[in-house]
């Protein structure tokens, strides 16, 4: 059973652009929701996380905004560099225990 | 501090043979979780231990899979027999008490299974 979808699967912008990625769950449980930036051959790294209590959280080029009724969540990337290209999940937490969506391979054109 | 260490980072073996893996958690944290990651099913939880304690192994694929954490600076995930199917990147993260528990993963191990 899926319990948290992300899409889309992969996306491509320019640099500059503003990517969005969409994570959408069904778990009124869930607690804690941190995104997670995977480069290739290296472990996920949390990048940023939101409790459901706020809408929109931001850190430097990253934002995630939270929409507790429709039960969605996103990541906005401003300004994207080459260097963020690389795969991104969004995950739910409920009792420490994290299940990750699917992910999205991001590329950023030079 | 050196982050989530995990041995070895590649590992090719023949079907039918014995394979651990390992881990070094952060000092001070106390959850420590195996995740295997492949491109058909994503990012999956294995088991998950609280201070060395087993806790969800819900996720063990089947019996050929086992864990363990005998003390707090160490775990392993053991496959005996492997199969070609078990060929993935394993994970071992760990993570502290406190109501931002976003996990601190390790760089992995490539395992394949020919």
């Known amino acids: 059973q899926q319990q948290v979808k992300q899409s889309p699967q992969s996306l491509i912008v320019q640099k500059g652009g503003i990517p969005i990625i969409n994570c959408a769950y069904e778990?009124?449980?869930?607690?804690?929701f941190p995104w997670y930036q995977q480069f290739p051959g290296k472990g996920p790294a949390l990048l940023i996380a939101?409790?459901?209590?706020?809408s929109e959280k931001k850190e430097g080029r990253f934002t995630i905004s939270f929409n507790k009724s429709a039960k969605q969540f996103s990541l906005h990337i401003m300004d994207s560099q080459p260097g963020d290209s690389a795969t991104y999940f969004c995950?739910?937490?409920?009792?420490?225990?994290?299940?990750f969506g699917s992910g999205t391979q991001l590329t950023v054109l030079p | 501090d050196a982050g989530v260490i995990q041995s070895p980072r590649h590992e090719v073996t023949e079907m039918g043979q014995e394979v651990t893996l390992r881990c070094k958690p952060i000092?001070?944290?106390?959850?420590l979780f195996w995740y295997r990651q492949t491109m058909m099913r994503g990012l999956e939880l294995l088991i998950y231990?609280?201070?060395?304690?087993?806790?969800?192994d819900s996720g063990m694929p089947e019996d050929r899979f086992s864990a363990k954490m005998p003390n707090a600076s160490f775990s392993t995930l053991k496959i005996q027999p492997s199969e070609p199917r078990d060929s993935a990147v394993y994970f071992c993260?760990?993570?502290?008490?406190?109501?931002?528990?976003?996990?601190?993963f390790g760089s992995g191990t490539r395992l394949t299974v020919v």
């Open positions: 995950a739910a937490g409920e009792r420490r225990q994290l299940t």
């Open positions: 778990n009124t449980a869930f607690d804690y």
């Open positions: 939101i409790r459901p209590d706020v």
């Open positions: 231990f609280n201070n060395n304690v087993p806790i969800d």
């Open positions: 000092s001070g944290h106390d959850y």
């Open positions: 993260a760990s993570s502290r008490l406190g109501a931002n528990y976003g996990y601190t």
